[in-house]
C-alpha cells in the first residue's frame, strides 16, 4: 500500500519472554527513529500448571502486527 510517498510494509510478529522483557520491546519498537507501529496486539500468559501459574515472571506470548513506512523512490 502507498501512502502519500510512503510505502506501507506490514509484518506479523510473534514473541515470547516475561513481561518486563516484551514490554522493553514494544517501548523500543514504537519510539524508534524509524515509523513503526504496534496494531492488533495480543498478550498471552501460557502457564500450563499450578507453578507457573503463581510464579511472579513467567514467560508470555506477544502477537502484533508491525507496521513501517518507508519513502517512495522516485
Given at each position: 500500500?502507498?501512502?502519500?510517498?510512503?510505502?506501507?510494509?506490514?509484518?506479523?510478529?510473534?514473541?515470547?519472554?516475561?513481561l518486563?522483557?516484551?514490554?522493553?520491546?514494544?517501548?523500543?519498537?514504537?519510539?524508534?527513529?524509524?515509523?513503526?507501529?504496534?496494531?492488533?496486539?495480543?498478550?498471552?500468559?501460557?502457564?500450563?500448571?499450578?507453578?507457573?501459574?503463581?510464579?511472579?515472571?513467567?514467560?508470555?506470548?506477544?502477537?502484533?502486527?508491525l507496521?513501517?513506512?518507508?519513502?517512495?523512490e522516485?
Amino acid at each position: 500500500a502507498s501512502e502519500e510517498g510512503f510505502v506501507r510494509i506490514a509484518l506479523r510478529v510473534r514473541l515470547r519472554g516475561v513481561l518486563p522483557s516484551l514490554l522493553r520491546s514494544i517501548y523500543d519498537i514504537e519510539t524508534n527513529n524509524v515509523h513503526m507501529f504496534l496494531d492488533n496486539l495480543s498478550l498471552r500468559n501460557n502457564a500450563t500448571n499450578l507453578r507457573q501459574r503463581q510464579a511472579l515472571i513467567r514467560p508470555m506470548e506477544a502477537e502484533f502486527d508491525l507496521i513501517a513506512y518507508m519513502p517512495e523512490e522516485s
